[in-house]
């Protein structure tokens, strides 16, 4: 079936480093790709998507470029924040199965 | 528009007990999804309801059961509650089945206690 793969961390940056993670996926046919938050204490929030290969999804800063031949989706920021301290899930949805989601990747960003 | 609603937020149930859990998805939306979050396990699927029949059910006992009614709301209740049901309870809601491949929006979750 579906699978996702992510790193898993703790991820520990500075303010204002740099900020990849890796999601790589294994599915047939044309899934979509997630990235989705999840701040302490709360339920997970749409980060970005993209829907189809060489899309790239951004939001607040985050971006992540759909890439097929190596079916990857990695999510990079420029310059983290405090604020973006939180867990953060890679997921998949493809035609006719349900979400899959990685198993998240917590991210700490020290002032 | 409102988004999610899940409660209650937060209980603290003893084994041995029943637990019923509410989730209003954002209007309009059909599709109500069920996931269970544990710092082991991650996000597990746990079943999801559309148009108030279950599509999926994922790989749990069948103490856990729900339903969906004709507004699109949906419960989930877990009976005779063990010390391992402690868990956010995560609902999500979408327009379509989550198979469609749409975005689905999470609510903020309901934290279980089992003692």
């Known amino acids: 079936g579906d699978s996702v793969t992510q790193m898993e961390g703790p991820v520990t940056l500075s303010e204002e480093a740099f900020l990849t993670i890796n999601c790589t996926y294994t599915a047939t046919g044309y899934p979509s790709l997630f990235w989705y938050v999840q701040y302490p204490g709360e339920g997970l929030q749409l980060l970005l998507k993209?829907?189809?290969?060489?899309d790239k999804g951004s939001n607040k800063g985050f971006e992540a470029t759909y890439r097929k031949e190596t079916t990857s989706f990695h999510l990079e920021k420029g310059s983290v924040q405090v604020s973006d301290s939180a867990v953060y899930f890679c997921?998949?949805?493809?035609?006719?199965?349900?979400?899959?989601f990685g198993p998240g990747t917590r991210l700490s960003v020290l002032p | 528009k409102a988004g999610v609603t899940q409660t209650p937020r937060y209980l603290i149930k003893t084994r041995g007990q029943q637990v019923t859990l509410s989730c209003s998805p954002i209007?309009?939306?059909?599709?109500v999804s069920w996931y269970q979050q544990t710092p082991g396990q991650g996000l597990q699927f746990l079943f999801e309801?559309?148009?108030?029949?279950?599509?999926n059910k994922g790989n749990f006992p069948g103490r856990f059961s729900g339903r969906q009614f004709s507004n699109s709301r949906s419960e989930m209740n877990v009976s005779t509650l063990e010390l391992g049901d402690s868990a956010l309870y995560l609902c999500?809601?979408?327009?379509?089945?989550?198979?469609?491949?749409?975005?689905?929006?999470f609510g903020e979750g309901s934290w279980l206690t089992v003692v």
């Open positions: 993209a829907t189809k290969a060489d």
């Open positions: 997921a998949l949805a493809n035609y006719g199965q349900n979400f899959v």
């Open positions: 209007s309009g939306h059909r599709s």
């Open positions: 309801y559309f148009s108030e029949t279950q599509r």
């Open positions: 999500a809601s979408s327009l379509e089945p989550t198979s469609s491949g749409n975005t689905i929006y």
